[in-house]
Structures are given as C-alpha cells and as structure tokens.
C-alpha cells in the first residue's frame, strides 16, 4: 500500500479514528490496533513475507530476553551472534544471492573458465533492509546494556513493524522509539496539525517533484547515448532532486503520519543539499541510516580512536557498506566509495565536523563561499548519484564521459522550466525554513499567510503532481 | 471517574475537535475540486475512460486496439439496427482470457437476450509471451479491467481515481467542449478515433516502427491455452444471450505477413473453433489492400467505416 495511493488514504483515517475513539482507554489496546493495522499494511504488499517479517520479529523478541538472562558474556554472545547471522543470512539470501552467484561466474569466465551457474529468480521482501536493521539495532542494544530486553511481545513488535517507518525507514533505535511505545499517549493538537503540514510537504516532494523528475530522468538515461552533453546534465541533477523527493518526501510522510498518533521519529533528512561539505552531507542525508552504521559499524571498528589509517579505514568500510547496503550492483559500492573519497581530504584534514550549524544561521542569505561550497558539494553529490542510477558501471563511466565534451558548453535541447521552476520553488520553501524540523514548519508565520500557503501547496499539487501510483525508490533497498 | 480523567476527556475532546475542524475544510474543499473536475471527463480524457461512463450495452464488439479503430459502431447500428458497443480497448489490455471475461460480464446489460457479439480475433490477442508462466503476471493484470468494478457511471469516479494518472486538471482544460476531440478520441460507443497525419511518409514511417515492434513481439510470443480456453468460455457464454461472430480483421500486407510466418495456421484454428462452437467466422485477413491504414496495424477511420460496412453485409447475410 503506497502512501500516495486511495488505498492507505482510506487505511489512514480508519486507525487514526479507531486509535483515538475506541482504543484511546489504554495504550496496550493501541499498541494491539497499531500491530494489526501494520501486518495489513504490510500484507497488502506481499502477504507472503509477512512470515517473514513475523520470523524476523519473534527471532529477535527471543534473542533479546536470551542475551538478558545469559548466564555469561559467552552465551550472551551467542544469542547476539545467532541473532546477526540469522537476519543478515535472510537479508544477504534475498538481495544478494543472484549478485554474489553473478559476479562470481563473471570473475571465473575472466579467468577463462565457464561457470553454470544457478540463478534464482528471488523476489525482495520489501522494506527487509530496513526491519533487518531496526531488529539487530535492537539486540545490539541489548548486549550493550543500553536498553533491557523487551518482555512485552506486543510493544517489541509495534517497535519493528510499525507501519510509516516499515518499508522505507526511517530506521528507529529502540532506546528512541520503545519508550514512546510504552507510555500513554495523549493527542496533541499542535503536534498533530504539524504532522500533517509535514505530510503535505511530503506529498508535495514525492507526487510534484519526484514523480515528474522521474520520466525525464527515465528518458534521457536510457537513451543517455543519443544526448547532448547538457541534457545529460539535466538528467544527472534532475535525479538528485527525484532521489531527494522521493525519499525526504516518504520520510516526511511516515513522520507526519506517526505524529497523527502522538509518536515522534527520528528526523532522517535535514536539507541536505544545504551543505557546504561532503561531511556536513552525510550528517543531513538519510540520517538514520549513516548515524546507525556510525554507532554500530564505525564505532566497534575503532571509530576514530587509532591512528589515521584506522579512521580512513573504518570510514572507508562504512561507505562501501552504505553502498552496498543499498543493492546488489557493482554501481551502489562505487557510489559509496565515491562519497568516500569525497570525505577523505576532510578527515585527513580534520576538517569534518566544521559546518555543524545551518547554512547561513540566522541570516536571510548565505554568504559568496557558502554558496560556493554549497554548489560544489551539490555537484559532488550529482556526480556520484549518476552511479547510483545508472545500470551498470559501464554505463555510468560512457554517461560521464559524454558529458565531459566539449558539447557541454552549448544549450540544451529543451530545458524543462516546469520542473526546474517548481524546484526552485521547494528550494526557497526548504530555505526559508532550514532551521526548522520540516520543510513547511510555518506556524510562526500569520494564519491567514498559513491558510494561503497551504492552499497554494495542495493547488500545486493537484494542479502538477503525477497521480500514477508511482512507487517509491527506495522500497527497492 | 477522577477528576483528572474528566479533565483529560475535555481537553481531548477539545483538540480533537478543534484539530478535526481545522482540517475538515481542507479535505471538502480537495474532494470537491476532484469532484468538479471528474464532472467534465469525457472522450477526450483518456483511451479508456468511456468505456467505463456508458449504458450497458446489449451488442458488443470485443478485441484489441485494431477491433477498437476498425468496427464503427455507429455503422453497424444503421446496418443491422440496435445500438452497439465496441468494448476493444488493446492487446495489452484486453486479450481474451478470464480478466477480459470477468469484465465483459459486468459491462454487458443483464437483460441482454438475443445480443449480436462480434469477437474481432487476432494472433496476438490470443497469445502470450513465453516467459509468462503465472497467471498473476499476465499483462492485463494491470488492465482497468481488473479492477474497475462499476461500467455505467458518468463521471465514473472509481475509474478516474484508480487509473487516471495525470492531473485532474487536464480533465477540464482537455474537455471537448474546450479544444474539440484529441486525436485519439473515444466515442460514446466505445469506437476509437483516431486523427493523425495520413501523408504516405508519414504512415511509411508509422508502418516501419509498427513491424518492428511487431517482429519482436513474434520472437516472444505463443498461443495461450489458458487464453484459448477463456476465449471458448466467452463464445459459450455469449451463445446464451445472441448471437456470436468472429471476425479476423485485416492489417497491412507487412503486419499480415509477420502474423502470418509466426501463426500461419491462425485461420485455420479460428474456423475450427467456429465449428465447434457453431457460430460463423468472417476471414477478412486476405483483404489487406482493401483498406488505409494509420500505422500498417490499426484502420484509418475512413477504412474502418467501409470495412464496418462490409462486415455488417456479410453479418446480414449469415443471418438468412
């Protein structure tokens, strides 16, 4: 059930009603509705795997209370270890089969030697990456001590399959989102009306920018070899503000949606292409995700305790998998080892953690070098976006190399101003309001300016979004 | 009750309340937009809205995208008398098999008694991509067929909000009452007019891309049984509630020759299935030279109502 379809417009206001009239006596009753309300969710997109997701859940349920009542750190240690290579075996058996199988026939017929292999035709449970995450983040927690096990089958399962951050993220830590599971909640009018000024803001990224950068974006990648130069550049930044308004839009969503029932979750986006660095980019992009490779890669890597090498080492590892987690192509590890080269003169510099504030804080306009450094770390990022689009490494390095003629001094073809226009739109909205939690936090302005301005975004909509059902990006990952 | 639960039952109640006012008008005021535009769908709106925005026929054509442009029901109503109604939408969509059943039985008047049906039957609407083996990834899965429930609604909503994918905008500013019909329009009788440039390189270089798509659909394609089998359940459906014709329409010399090396014995087939299921088939196939076409596959309109003509005399003859 996409968020942008009759479906979950129907879905929605039946749990809000059902959450806050009828099961409103005890949060162990809305605990129950919100855990039906999101296997039917979930079932709606494949009920097959909601197996799955139940096994996922009661492997980890179980694995948590194991850890606790371990006698010792080496049975502790088993339950943590049977837990990760069980979820990590389902996600790897899932998403990466067919690709470990594949590049191992490649790597033996380039050294001249034919191998038959058996390649399945698998599908991918979708928002596994995500759920896989949420349960070991859960367990790790657990045999750190820093959350004790959950004993409450019911909450625990609310935790990982609470339906706006199921599919798609963000990707919860149970010492944030268990807590706000476990307490009455009260309907709060200023959080909910702020939910859904974010839910439309999320509408307005997903169905007007997303879902018409998509076709053109479609178009000129896939017939990127009869382009010019400068249409490969459009097509190139026009899919950084798909991804962008794909996904920060989903997020946006899923947080207003969790509001609407009085729980908050992790802020995964923060404008990211505000930033004046790579770093600052990460500390902004899909928040939820670097910050969980951060606490549960990085740092039991070493972190930046060591020497050099190591904090080059370890934040190379934490890319690569970042890449990779994102699907089984050679283009996602490229893309993420790209970022990490983007970082390295940062890191070596220790110069990392220097653009912590917002662009321009304070101010109406950033400065000439803010602009400067936000344009160039733009760039950056389309650079690296066109591997993560492209189909195959081959194809990423031919689109570079045809934009890197000198037809990319020259017009081009067609430029398409509805779009762009509609983009600088967002861009001015989101500036306005980069110091906020969301792009249309407005309740300090006037409220009739409010009123005006929420009818403007929903004719927008109407008026341009792409009411084709269009799926999400990342429900591939 | 304590207190303070009085006092939390208030102060919900009034968020509640003042958070479901505030939003209230937003949703009427976004419902009743969608609702103005709907109001204006039309033939214009999209290649299939009107076959779900009509009367339910009692006499029907069935078939793919060359049925929808080559029977003119209008034609046929002057020839054999009754309204008709072409309810060909295109291979993708309606191929014959149990999606196209299920909905050809929600879109025929119940009280249909003695119909005239005109199955217009091709290779392709037949047939199947080899790779295919379950039925949940036929290519209809997706069609409007599937999962439009209602046929006789003007507006019909439910088509407009489950398969109309651009702006509700469009609905009004593309009305025909504002530019007149598109160039493909869909009439009321569900026949499929299109208007294009008809200069010989035009329909030449139509014709050239057309045979190439359709070269490599034949590189994929086989006959379904699961498709035949829906098809037979069609005719003896159809065979208790009138009369059932089939009828091979003819394409351009190249498409025939594509169909005919990939199914040379398509005719045959049909003729069989005629006498098994003892209504008559029209072979047409032959008489590609007869006509105009706008690509090689689909009738130019003119064609298509000279065709629709000679159908119908050959329908008037088979009835005596």
């Given at each position: 059930m996409l968020f942008n379809s009759i479906g979950f417009l129907i879905f929605l206001p039946i749990v809000f009603c059902l959450y806050w009239f009828v099961f409103n006596k005890k949060f162990q009753h809305q605990n129950r509705l919100l855990l039906l309300a999101s296997f039917y969710f979930y079932a709606c997109w494949d009920w097959r795997f909601l197996f799955l997701l139940m096994f996922s859940i009661g492997l980890d349920y179980?694995?948590?209370i194991k850890i606790e009542n371990s006698k010792n750190k080496r049975e502790a240690t088993f339950w943590l270890t049977l837990s990760i290579v069980i979820n990590l075996g389902f996600l790897g058996f899932f998403k990466y089969y067919n690709f470990f199988v594949g590049s191992f026939a490649e790597l033996l017929g380039g050294l001249g030697f034919k191998a038959n292999v058996w390649l399945l035709k698998?599908?991918?449970?979708?928002?596994?990456?995500?759920?896989?995450?949420?349960?070991?983040?859960?367990?790790?927690?657990?045999?750190?001590?820093?959350?004790k096990a959950e004993r409450n089958f019911t909450d625990y399962a609310v935790f990982v399959s609470y339906f706006p951050l199921l599919v798609a993220g963000p990707i919860e830590r149970a010492t944030h989102l268990l807590p706000q599971i476990q307490k009455t909640r009260t309907f709060n009018y200023d959080q909910a009306v702020d939910g859904m000024r974010q839910i439309l803001w999320g509408f307005f990224k997903k169905m007007v920018i997303a879902d018409n950068c998509a076709p053109l974006v479609n178009e000129i990648f896939t017939n990127y070899q009869t382009e010019s130069p400068g249409n490969l550049v459009i097509g190139a930044v026009l899919f950084a503000f798909q991804i962008y308004g794909d996904f920060s839009g989903y997020s946006d969503i899923a947080l207003g949606v969790s509001r609407l029932f009085g729980i908050e979750l992790l802020k995964n986006f923060a404008f990211?292409?505000?930033s004046r660095d790579i770093a600052e980019f990460w500390r902004r992009w899909h928040i939820s995700l670097s910050s969980w490779f951060r606490d549960y890669l990085y740092i039991p890597l070493g972190g930046s305790k060591g020497g050099l090498s190591m904090k080059i080492r370890n934040t190379f590892v934490i890319f690569l998998v970042s890449g990779f987690w994102h699907g089984a192509n050679w283009t996602f590890i490229i893309w993420g080892g790209l970022n990490a080269l983007y970082f390295m003169p940062l890191l070596i510099m220790n110069k990392n953690r220097q653009n912590i504030e917002v662009a321009a804080q304070g101010k109406l306009l950033p400065s000439f070098k803010e602009c400067f450094q936000i344009f160039i770390t733009f760039l950056a990022a389309c650079f690296a976006w066109i591997f993560f689009r492209a189909e195959s490494i081959t194809q990423a390095l031919d689109y570079i190399k045809r934009i890197c003629s000198t037809g990319i001094f020259a017009l081009p073809h067609s430029l398409p101003v509805k779009i762009l226009a509609l983009i600088g739109f967002m861009l001015v909205v989101e500036w306005v309001n980069r110091e906020r939690f969301h792009g249309l936090e407005i309740k300090r302005f006037n409220p009739w300016m409010r009123r005006i301005f929420y009818m403007v975004i929903i004719y927008i909509i109407l008026r341009y979004a792409n009411f084709g059902n269009n799926e999400f990006i990342y429900f591939q990952f | 009750m304590p207190i303070s639960g009085?006092?939390?039952?208030?102060i919900f109640s009034f968020s509640m309340k003042k958070f479901l006012?505030?939003?209230?008008?937003?949703?009427v005021a976004v419902v009743a937009v969608f609702a103005v535009l709907g109001s204006y769908a039309d033939g214009n709106t999209d290649d299939n809205y009107m076959h779900f925005a009509v009367k339910k026929p009692q006499n029907i054509i069935l078939g793919d995208s060359r049925g929808s442009q080559a029977v003119v029901p209008s034609v046929l109503k002057k020839k054999l008398s009754g309204d008709f109604d072409n309810f060909s939408l295109n291979v993708v969509e309606s191929p014959y098999g149990q999606i196209y059943f299920k909905a050809?039985?929600?879109?025929?008047?119940?009280?249909?008694?003695?119909?005239?049906f005109i199955?217009?039957?091709s290779p392709w609407t037949l047939s199947l991509d080899k790779n295919i083996k379950n039925s949940k990834d036929f290519p209809e899965e997706h069609s409007p067929l599937n999962d439009v429930y209602t046929y006789d609604r003007s507006p019909n909503y439910e088509y407009l909000l489950k398969h109309y994918t651009r702006s509700w905008f469009k609905i009004y500013t593309e009305r025909v009452g504002a530019v007149g019909k598109s160039n493909s329009f869909l009439h009321e009788d569900g026949w499929m007019e299109i208007n294009v440039n008809m200069h010989k390189d035009s329909v030449a270089a139509r014709t050239a891309k057309k045979e190439v798509f359709y070269q490599a659909l034949a590189q994929q394609a086989k006959l379904s049984q699961e498709r035949l089998r829906a098809f037979d359940e069609i005719i003896n459906y159809l065979r208790t509630k009138g009369t059932v014709y089939l009828v091979r329409i003819p394409a351009s010399k190249g498409i025939m020759a594509i169909e005919n090396k990939k199914f040379p014995h398509f005719s045959k087939l049909l003729q069989d299935v005629s006498r098994k299921q003892n209504v008559k088939f029209f072979d047409f196939s032959e008489e590609s030279e007869t006509y105009m076409y706008t690509d090689g596959n689909h009738m130019y309109r003119n064609s298509s109502k000279i065709f629709t003509s000679r159908m119908a005399d050959s329908i008037k003859v088979g009835k005596r």
């Amino acid at each position: 059930m996409l968020f942008n379809s009759i479906g979950f417009l129907i879905f929605l206001p039946i749990v809000f009603c059902l959450y806050w009239f009828v099961f409103n006596k005890k949060f162990q009753h809305q605990n129950r509705l919100l855990l039906l309300a999101s296997f039917y969710f979930y079932a709606c997109w494949d009920w097959r795997f909601l197996f799955l997701l139940m096994f996922s859940i009661g492997l980890d349920y179980l694995s948590g209370i194991k850890i606790e009542n371990s006698k010792n750190k080496r049975e502790a240690t088993f339950w943590l270890t049977l837990s990760i290579v069980i979820n990590l075996g389902f996600l790897g058996f899932f998403k990466y089969y067919n690709f470990f199988v594949g590049s191992f026939a490649e790597l033996l017929g380039g050294l001249g030697f034919k191998a038959n292999v058996w390649l399945l035709k698998i599908i991918l449970p979708v928002g596994i990456s995500f759920y896989t995450f949420h349960g070991l983040s859960y367990v790790i927690d657990v045999y750190k001590k820093r959350i004790k096990a959950e004993r409450n089958f019911t909450d625990y399962a609310v935790f990982v399959s609470y339906f706006p951050l199921l599919v798609a993220g963000p990707i919860e830590r149970a010492t944030h989102l268990l807590p706000q599971i476990q307490k009455t909640r009260t309907f709060n009018y200023d959080q909910a009306v702020d939910g859904m000024r974010q839910i439309l803001w999320g509408f307005f990224k997903k169905m007007v920018i997303a879902d018409n950068c998509a076709p053109l974006v479609n178009e000129i990648f896939t017939n990127y070899q009869t382009e010019s130069p400068g249409n490969l550049v459009i097509g190139a930044v026009l899919f950084a503000f798909q991804i962008y308004g794909d996904f920060s839009g989903y997020s946006d969503i899923a947080l207003g949606v969790s509001r609407l029932f009085g729980i908050e979750l992790l802020k995964n986006f923060a404008f990211p292409y505000f930033s004046r660095d790579i770093a600052e980019f990460w500390r902004r992009w899909h928040i939820s995700l670097s910050s969980w490779f951060r606490d549960y890669l990085y740092i039991p890597l070493g972190g930046s305790k060591g020497g050099l090498s190591m904090k080059i080492r370890n934040t190379f590892v934490i890319f690569l998998v970042s890449g990779f987690w994102h699907g089984a192509n050679w283009t996602f590890i490229i893309w993420g080892g790209l970022n990490a080269l983007y970082f390295m003169p940062l890191l070596i510099m220790n110069k990392n953690r220097q653009n912590i504030e917002v662009a321009a804080q304070g101010k109406l306009l950033p400065s000439f070098k803010e602009c400067f450094q936000i344009f160039i770390t733009f760039l950056a990022a389309c650079f690296a976006w066109i591997f993560f689009r492209a189909e195959s490494i081959t194809q990423a390095l031919d689109y570079i190399k045809r934009i890197c003629s000198t037809g990319i001094f020259a017009l081009p073809h067609s430029l398409p101003v509805k779009i762009l226009a509609l983009i600088g739109f967002m861009l001015v909205v989101e500036w306005v309001n980069r110091e906020r939690f969301h792009g249309l936090e407005i309740k300090r302005f006037n409220p009739w300016m409010r009123r005006i301005f929420y009818m403007v975004i929903i004719y927008i909509i109407l008026r341009y979004a792409n009411f084709g059902n269009n799926e999400f990006i990342y429900f591939q990952f | 009750m304590p207190i303070s639960g009085i006092m939390n039952l208030f102060i919900f109640s009034f968020s509640m309340k003042k958070f479901l006012i505030k939003i209230g008008p937003y949703f009427v005021a976004v419902v009743a937009v969608f609702a103005v535009l709907g109001s204006y769908a039309d033939g214009n709106t999209d290649d299939n809205y009107m076959h779900f925005a009509v009367k339910k026929p009692q006499n029907i054509i069935l078939g793919d995208s060359r049925g929808s442009q080559a029977v003119v029901p209008s034609v046929l109503k002057k020839k054999l008398s009754g309204d008709f109604d072409n309810f060909s939408l295109n291979v993708v969509e309606s191929p014959y098999g149990q999606i196209y059943f299920k909905a050809l039985k929600r879109k025929l008047d119940p009280e249909t008694k003695n119909g005239i049906f005109i199955l217009t039957v091709s290779p392709w609407t037949l047939s199947l991509d080899k790779n295919i083996k379950n039925s949940k990834d036929f290519p209809e899965e997706h069609s409007p067929l599937n999962d439009v429930y209602t046929y006789d609604r003007s507006p019909n909503y439910e088509y407009l909000l489950k398969h109309y994918t651009r702006s509700w905008f469009k609905i009004y500013t593309e009305r025909v009452g504002a530019v007149g019909k598109s160039n493909s329009f869909l009439h009321e009788d569900g026949w499929m007019e299109i208007n294009v440039n008809m200069h010989k390189d035009s329909v030449a270089a139509r014709t050239a891309k057309k045979e190439v798509f359709y070269q490599a659909l034949a590189q994929q394609a086989k006959l379904s049984q699961e498709r035949l089998r829906a098809f037979d359940e069609i005719i003896n459906y159809l065979r208790t509630k009138g009369t059932v014709y089939l009828v091979r329409i003819p394409a351009s010399k190249g498409i025939m020759a594509i169909e005919n090396k990939k199914f040379p014995h398509f005719s045959k087939l049909l003729q069989d299935v005629s006498r098994k299921q003892n209504v008559k088939f029209f072979d047409f196939s032959e008489e590609s030279e007869t006509y105009m076409y706008t690509d090689g596959n689909h009738m130019y309109r003119n064609s298509s109502k000279i065709f629709t003509s000679r159908m119908a005399d050959s329908i008037k003859v088979g009835k005596r």
